[in-house]
């Protein structure tokens, strides 16, 4: 298998430092594609279908239902009348289906691995929050630290979204089709984000890689974030996303802005202990 | 954590004790230890509502003492008044140590103010044409079941559920906050006010009075001296977010006005909805859900985003 340093993302400047150490590579190989799911991991028959109705629940006893329909091999599942509840389907490491009809809280749909999740409304405050796989599209707003550390999968939003959007984003794609707020990509380490729409002050700031394109105005840009140029290959995969979520703007994708890490505060980090205290 | 909330309409007087009532309550999880309310009712011509207390409901665990000091403390408030010439035209008693009296008064009120909080454990809290401010230990449906709040008809309000860190769990660390003289104006908050004591001094050196030490205090009073000095809600609001240092998220209600405000960094939570009749506010969509059912469209306001609606 190709280096990391050879793929198409290392190419596109997503990454320009060989990952070493132990990753999620070392667990799931292309090779050993029954790696991909979790011993754990319930069998489950995304054609069974099951609803759950969440109006007089409470969290705990939505999300109980939720893993008994698992364990009883239902792969899709509705729910009604979420209210704007918090911390929904939380912690679902299967492939499963799930569609959402209403608005949920904070902390929904945080540490995914696998799951599809499409939502007809809004989300609350760190949606998607450690997210490792699966793709997750909500077809309004969401709120503040959308995709907070997210690891993997696309995170799609079709609406605005709120401040420190992407907020220590470690690997995984956030795709925003309005505005996005103050401090977006804030100590953004891996991954993209795309903003269609206007982007808030300090975007990107103290990054230390990964990418961000800016299809609107951006207010400012934070520490360390500088400009780049957006080569065919970001156009390619900029059309290829927005397509696929319905997002493309009419005029496509030439107007992008390409946001990167400026790496000038490496210098600071990669020094040892000892040199540290030198300079302190 | 606190969690507050706010609810304007815009054609005329609902039942906005019930609607806020229901909106804290959902957000009882953000702070269970007191709950407030600042709800504006239809105001009389040339009355006041004055709502006081005379103790604190923990003061009630100490027996029969405190409850003959209560007797006493009414007493010396209805003889002040008596003394001061003010015409009390009804009268409540929603729990012990609080009461709501209904007053005419056409002298000084800072004057009437200032005299009855010399009355040992007397603390106004609130004094206006449309205002009425409740608050005390419990969460909201406590509070609105011991005030009868349920039924409450106004136009406007604001709410706050608390949790306690920087000051006691008593009456007088719960929100809302009055801005002390000022008829109307009151304030819900969360978040932290970082340059508190150094703006506190200011407005003290310049005569204004504080009743607590929280500092959600300081953005009521702020923001009565603004009104005063002929600046609008909006402008008031923006000039907090330059002068005001911390993290903070902040609603202030006025006679026929609803105000919001976010800190530069827009770390604490907000969520706003808006239609042709009416807006409502939330740290949660939860709260707003707890009234309005069916789905809706809701945004988060963004950093240093200033709003104001009137009623």
């Given at each position: 298998?190709?280096?990391?340093?050879?793929?198409?993302?290392?190419?596109?400047?997503?990454?320009?430092?060989?990952?070493?150490?132990?990753?999620i590579?070392?667990?799931?190989?292309?090779?050993?594609?029954?790696?991909?799911?979790?011993?754990?991991?319930?069998?489950?028959?995304?054609?069974?279908?099951?609803?759950?109705?969440?109006?007089?629940?409470?969290?705990?006893?939505?999300?109980?239902?939720?893993?008994?329909?698992?364990?009883?091999?239902?792969?899709?599942?509705?729910?009604?009348?979420?209210?704007?509840?918090?911390s929904?389907i939380v912690g679902i490491l299967?492939?499963?289906?799930?569609?959402?009809?209403?608005?949920?809280?904070y902390f929904g749909c945080g540490l995914l691995d696998g799951p599809?999740v499409?939502?007809?409304?809004?989300?609350?405050w760190s949606f998607g929050e450690n997210m490792m796989a699966g793709?997750c599209?909500?077809?309004?707003?969401?709120?503040?630290t959308f995709g907070a550390a997210l690891r993997g999968g696309d995170l799609?939003?079709?609406?605005?979204?709120?401040?420190r959007t992407g907020i220590d984003q470690k690997g995984g794609?956030i795709?925003?089709?309005?505005?996005?707020?103050?401090?977006?990509?804030?100590m953004m380490q891996r991954g993209?984000?795309?903003?269609?729409?206007?982007?808030?002050?300090?975007?990107?700031?103290?990054?230390?890689?990964?990418?961000?394109?800016?299809?609107?105005?951006?207010?400012?840009?934070?520490?360390?974030?500088?400009?780049?140029?957006?080569?065919?290959?970001?156009?390619?995969?900029?059309?290829?996303?927005?397509?696929?979520?319905?997002?493309?703007?009419?005029?496509?994708?030439?107007?992008?802005?390409?946001?990167?890490?400026?790496?000038?505060?490496?210098?600071?980090?990669?020094?040892?202990?000892?040199?540290?205290?030198?300079?302190? | 954590?606190?969690?507050?909330?706010?609810?304007?309409?815009?054609?005329?007087?609902?039942?906005?004790?019930?609607?806020?009532?229901?909106?804290?309550?959902?957000?009882?999880?953000?702070?269970?230890?007191?709950?407030?309310?600042?709800?504006?009712?239809?105001?009389?011509?040339?009355?006041?509502?004055?709502?006081?207390?005379?103790?604190?409901?923990?003061?009630?665990?100490?027996?029969?003492?405190?409850?003959?000091?209560?007797?006493?403390?009414?007493?010396?408030?209805?003889?002040?008044?008596?003394?001061?010439?003010?015409?009390?035209?009804?009268?409540?008693?929603?729990?012990?140590?609080?009461?709501?009296?209904?007053?005419?008064?056409?002298?000084?009120?800072?004057?009437?103010?200032?005299?009855?909080?010399?009355?040992?454990?007397?603390?106004?809290?609130?004094?206006?044409?449309?205002?009425?401010?409740?608050?005390?230990?419990?969460?909201?449906?406590?509070?609105?079941?011991?005030?009868?709040?349920?039924?409450?008809?106004?136009?406007?309000?604001?709410?706050?559920?608390?949790?306690?860190?920087?000051?006691?769990?008593?009456?007088?660390?719960?929100?809302?906050?009055?801005?002390?003289?000022?008829?109307?104006?009151?304030?819900?908050?969360?978040?932290?006010?970082?340059?508190?004591?150094?703006?506190?001094?200011?407005?003290?050196?310049?005569?204004?009075?504080?009743?607590?030490?929280?500092?959600?205090?300081?953005?009521?009073?702020?923001?009565?001296?603004?009104?005063?000095?002929?600046?609008?809600?909006?402008?008031?609001?923006?000039?907090?977010?330059?002068?005001?240092?911390?993290?903070?998220?902040?609603?202030?209600?006025?006679?026929?006005?609803?105000?919001?405000?976010?800190?530069?960094?827009?770390?604490?939570?907000?969520?706003?909805?808006?239609?042709?009749?009416?807006?409502?506010?939330?740290?949660?969509?939860?709260?707003?859900?707890?009234?309005?059912?069916?789905?809706?469209?809701?945004?988060?306001?963004?950093?240093?985003?200033?709003?104001?609606?009137?009623?």
């Open positions: 298998m190709a280096g990391v340093s050879d793929s198409v993302s290392a190419q596109m400047g997503m990454h320009t430092e060989p990952l070493t150490g132990r990753d590579k070392t667990k799931f190989t292309l090779r050993n594609e029954g790696g991909f799911a979790y011993h754990f991991a319930r069998d489950v028959d995304f054609n069974r279908r099951a609803e759950i109705d969440c109006a007089d629940l409470e969290p705990s006893e939505i999300n109980r239902k939720i893993r008994e329909l698992m364990d009883s091999g239902h792969g899709s599942i509705v729910l009604r009348n979420p209210g704007a509840k918090h929904l299967n492939r499963m289906n799930f569609i959402v009809e209403g608005s949920l809280g599809n499409r939502i007809s409304g809004r989300v609350g793709v599209v909500i077809e309004k707003n969401a709120g503040s799609v939003c079709k609406g605005s979204v709120g401040s794609t795709i925003v089709g309005g505005d996005t707020g103050a401090f977006s990509g804030f993209r984000i795309v903003v269609c729409g206007n982007a808030g002050k300090n975007l990107g700031d103290s990054m230390y890689d990964g990418t961000i394109y800016v299809g609107g105005e951006i207010q400012d840009l934070g520490v360390d974030a500088v400009p780049a140029e957006l080569t065919d290959l970001d156009r390619a995969w900029l059309a290829r996303k927005l397509t696929m979520y319905e997002l493309l703007p009419e005029k496509g994708v030439d107007h992008f802005t390409k946001i990167v890490a400026g790496k000038q505060l490496w210098s600071y980090d990669n020094l040892e202990p000892t040199e540290r205290k030198l300079v302190l | 954590m606190c969690g507050i909330a706010g609810l304007i309409y815009r054609d005329g007087a609902r039942n906005i004790g019930g609607e806020m009532t229901a909106m804290l309550q959902a957000l009882k999880h953000r702070g269970p230890d007191s709950t407030g309310f600042a709800i504006y009712g239809e105001p009389g011509p040339s009355e006041y509502i004055m709502r006081f207390k005379v103790a604190e409901q923990e003061d009630l665990g100490r027996g029969t003492r405190i409850r003959r000091a209560i007797a006493e403390r009414k007493a010396a408030v209805d003889g002040l008044l008596d003394e001061l010439g003010v015409t009390v035209l009804n009268q409540d008693g929603p729990t012990e140590y609080a009461s709501r009296y209904r007053i005419a008064y056409d002298g000084d009120m800072k004057d009437l103010a200032d005299q009855m909080e010399e009355i040992e454990g007397t603390e106004i809290l609130s004094i206006g044409n449309a205002l009425e401010l409740v608050k005390d230990l419990g969460d909201a449906a406590d509070v609105s079941g011991a005030y009868d709040l349920g039924g409450f008809r106004g136009t406007h309000g604001i709410g706050h559920t608390r949790m306690a860190t920087e000051s006691d769990v008593d009456i007088r660390s719960a929100h809302p906050y009055w801005a002390y003289p000022y008829n109307d104006i009151a304030v819900v908050h969360n978040g932290q006010i970082t340059n508190y004591w150094l703006m506190r001094r200011q407005l003290e050196r310049s005569g204004q009075r504080f009743v607590s030490d929280c500092d959600s205090e300081l953005l009521a009073v702020y923001t009565a001296v603004n009104l005063e000095k002929g600046m609008t809600l909006e402008d008031s609001l923006q000039r907090s977010i330059h002068e005001i240092d911390g993290v903070f998220t902040y609603l202030i209600t006025t006679r026929n006005e609803l105000g919001m405000a976010k800190d530069t960094m827009a770390a604490k939570p907000m969520v706003l909805y808006e239609a042709d009749d009416m807006v409502a506010l939330a740290s949660e969509e939860v709260a707003i859900r707890a009234i309005i059912p069916h789905e809706i469209d809701t945004t988060d306001p963004y950093d240093e985003e200033v709003r104001v609606w009137q009623a």
